[in-house]
């Protein structure tokens, strides 16, 4: 969060100062210095403690350039952000060299702004922490994923289950998948994996529970993926005291590159505290107009929790072949692009029959693929290069084998094929 941090805006242009101050309205920031260049922005700046400086840059850019020399001197601690129309590598390079921690091109929007201050915000502290040595007590932290959507069968556990085997499979990383699903949770089921072991205990025992016996606590379902699976009993739930249900989530993040948590569709304490401790939400809906309301109230909700944006990805999942909004109008309800669109595919229904993820069962699915490439996504993996030079080798040996053995194969009468796959919808 944001927590108030103050800042200086400074550009020559009063109407750019006053549309970039509406623009980080409700969202924690506090302007507390709008200046034009000179001596005098350095001084407001030193005098009012800023956190982080906005500086336009235009030509002639060595105005701006100057001025930012002046403020680094007045304000060492306040990272500086710089907008500007230029494209110019050149005036890129220059800022970055005049300490710009980044480089904004205008028009600029709130959605890319806020994210910009709080990242240099938080590289700054993180500086401050290692110049003061804090950080050789300060563990380093993987990702969570948060894995969450309002409303019961849409698709939540079965997109936990297998984004969290398909990051250990793709990114060769430690993940672990938690079920923290109090309603439903049925992750245990569906990886096929004992329950004897859960949640209740990790989070009784926390106080005990460092990096090295961790894995005590949890289940190995291969590939490098484990499972912490959630209790069956709601007294059992009730029995999980949030804070250390907060501190062993941090011990699990410590432990693994990835933690994927898997929440129940209603808002709750749980996911609050999922919420609070994710890198990244996957939020789920559906066409149907119902999943659709619910999104848009815990959008609603989010936001008046001051929630940061950028951490939100909207995901659609088609958990049957039945129709409902279509993407443009459901993108359109909730004012949010679409992240990723999962496919319907009746392979869904089958894997969870077997006990086993989809993206192991059925690898070559559109629902499989979907996943794999949301994992990859998420992992920073570049998509795997198919070498068509390979391919066409293969082919040749496949067709020269066929050839060969045609001489010697007795004949034999040829059952009738049918061209063309299955129909495949989503998810």
Known sequence: MLNGATIAIIDSNRENRADLRKMLEGSELRVVVDADFGVDAATSVQQSSVDCILVSLEEPVILGLQTMAVLAQAAPDAPIIVYSSLD?????????????????R??????????????????????????????????????????????????????????????????????????????FGCVSVLLDVPSDKTLRE???????????????????????????????????????????????????????????????????????LALEQATLVLLITTQDVTSARNTLTALKVLTGWSY????????????????????????????????????????????????????????????????????????????PVRSHRFDAVRSAAGLIRRVALAGHEPETEQAPTHGGQPSVGGT
Not at 88 to 104: C, E, H, I, K
Not at 212 to 239: C, H, M, S, T
């Open 88 to 104: 110019d590598q050149s005036v890129v390079r220059r800022a970055m060299q005049a300490g710009a921690r980044d480089y904004l």
């Open 308 to 383: 940061p944006e950028e951490r939100i990805k909207l995901v659609l999942n088609h958990p049957n072949p039945a129709s409902g909004l279509e993407a443009g109008a459901l993108t359109e309800a909730l004012g949010r692009k679409i992240f990723w669109e999962i496919p319907y595919d009746p392979a869904v229904a089958r894997s969870a029959q077997l006990g086993k993820p989809l993206v192991l069962t059925s690898p070559r699915s559109e629902v499989a693929k979907s996943i794999v490439a949301l994992a990859r996504q998420i992992g920073g993996v570049a998509p």
């Open 202 to 272: 990790a989070a009784r025992d926390v106080d005990s529970i460092t990096h090295l016996n961790i894995r005590d606590y949890l289940f190995d379902a291969g590939g490098g993926v484990w499972v912490l699976p959630g209790p069956q009993e709601l007294e059992k739930w009730e029995a999980i005291a949030p804070d250390r249900l907060r501190r062993l989530i941090g011990v699990l993040s410590q432990s693994f590159d990835f933690v994927v948590l898997d929440t129940p569709g209603v808002l709750s304490d749980a996911v609050a």
């Open 106 to 183: 205008t028009p600029l929007s709130g959605e890319l702004l806020v994210p910009s201050i709080r990242q240099a915000l938080e590289q700054e502290r993180a500086l401050l922490r290692r110049l003061s040595g804090e950080d050789a007590t300060t563990p380093v932290s993987g990702t969570v994923v948060t894995v969450f959507g309002t409303k019961g069968g849409i698709g939540k556990t079965m997109l936990a289950a297998n984004l969290a085997m398909a990051l250990g499979h793709e990114t060769s990383a430690n993940v672990v998948l938690v079920d923290m699903d109090l309603r």
